[in-house]
């Protein structure tokens, strides 16, 4: 007899917690925005209880800070929290290249080179934000390739939180092709090292480069200068219009 894997239906918490993070990605909800609890469950029609349970996971993701009293606000990123975010998704990457390095051949390495030249010819036209959404996926495919290959899941899930946080909240119609094309450049460094046996040094250079918050930092603070004055604009376009018409 051959037993299928049945889905279990999603818990209300799990829910209300996919619709929270749709706002905020879509920026219904913005960094350092506060919102009540009240006005999110007489939203979605549910009882305080599931929303509460979503709202400390996200808390515990770190996309939100809850306040006694005071609901809950919209954690936007500081350049402190960037760094601190680059440093761990480097060590954390650097780690599985070398975890499963000996895994590492020539298919994936050619799916990886596949979704570099689907990012080089997309860098070109960053004029539309389909363009941009399938560059951002792209991107991720390429990192999983080798990060797929990790026996540690938690980790995994964990470095998909910190880029959410990087990249997803809200995300916005915004790229610095300069960058992109320097990161396109490291790709194919560590692609080459990878080629060429040499794990350690393609570990190093996703720690020490690619997420290196120094090494990248004019373009960090170019970016997310960017990406908080589009947060404002959204803000005051939000603002603009009565709450029940939002």
Known sequence: MILREVEKPKSLKDVVYE??????????????????????????????????????????????????????????????TIRDIYQLIGAMEGAVILEVCQQIGKPEIEEMRRLSRIMKELVKHLESQENIDAYHQ??????GVFLSLSANEELQNYVELLKQR?????????????????NLKEHDDVMAYLEAG???????????????????????????????EACRRLQE????FPQEER
């Open 19 to 80: 619709h929270l993070k749709e706002e905020l990605r879509e920026g219904r909800l913005l960094p350092g925005e506060t919102f009540r609890l009240r006005d999110v469950s007489e939203a979605v029609g549910i009882s305080t209880t599931p929303l509460r349970e979503a709202l400390v996971q996200l808390q515990a993701e770190g996309f939100i800070t809850l306040s006694r009293g005071k609901g809950a606000t919209v954690r936007p990123l500081s350049l402190s």
């Open 138 to 143: 792209a991107n991720r495919e390429f990192h």
């Open 166 to 182: 990087l990249y997803d909240f809200p995300r916005l119609n915004l790229l610095l092709p300069d960058w992109e094309e320097c």
């Open 198 to 228: 040499k794990y350690q040094a393609a570990a190093s250079h996703l720690q020490n480069v690619h997420w290196s918050f120094e090494v990248q930092k004019r373009f960090i603070v170019r970016y997310y200068e960017s990406h908080m």
């Open 237 to 240: 376009e939000n603002s603009a």
